[in-house]
């Protein structure tokens, strides 16, 4: 899996067994196949006395479903768009499942990419362009 989110970080976090992160991950797989953005949760026992020490092994939690929905003009704006021949694309930072998902949901078919993919061709370019005009 080539996900890098906050999720992620959490469960790395909380040095979870090989079989219990095979689990959460699955379970944010499933989330995002049904367009849903997922929450890890965990929690970590500090000791009063020492609020100012590093505290205890971060323990997994939960993780959770978050739905974030898209603009409630968005599937209009789509369907215009689609109607006067425009190829409409997303380009998106979440998971391809949770951008796949939301585009069936708005009926702009299936022209999805991830941002990390069209913009690694281009880093190079700009950070060229970005040293040349400082």
């Known amino acids: 899996m080539n996900v890098e989110s906050f999720s992620v970080q959490i469960i ?3 040095n979870l067994r090989e079989d219990a992160r095979k689990r ?13 953005r997922a929450l890890a949760v965990a929690r970590q026992e500090v000791p009063e006395a020492a609020k100012e020490s590093a505290g205890g ?14 603009r409630h003009d968005s599937a209009e704006t789509i369907r215009r768009a689609l109607n006067l021949g ?4 997303m380009i998106t930072g979440d998971q391809l499942a949770i ?8 009926g702009m078919g299936t022209n999805m990419y991830p941002s990390s993919t ?16 400082s």
């Open 12 to 14: 790395d976090l909380c």
């Open 24 to 36: 959460v991950h699955g379970i944010i797989d499933k989330f995002a196949d049904r367009g849903l």
């Open 57 to 70: 092994p971060w323990q997994f939690v939960a993780v959770l479903p978050l739905f974030d929905p898209p």
């Open 86 to 89: 425009v190829n409409v694309k």
């Open 99 to 106: 951008a796949k998902e939301t585009g069936r949901r708005l």
């Open 118 to 133: 069209l913009l690694a061709d281009k880093k190079d370019d700009l950070a060229g362009g970005l040293r040349s005009t």
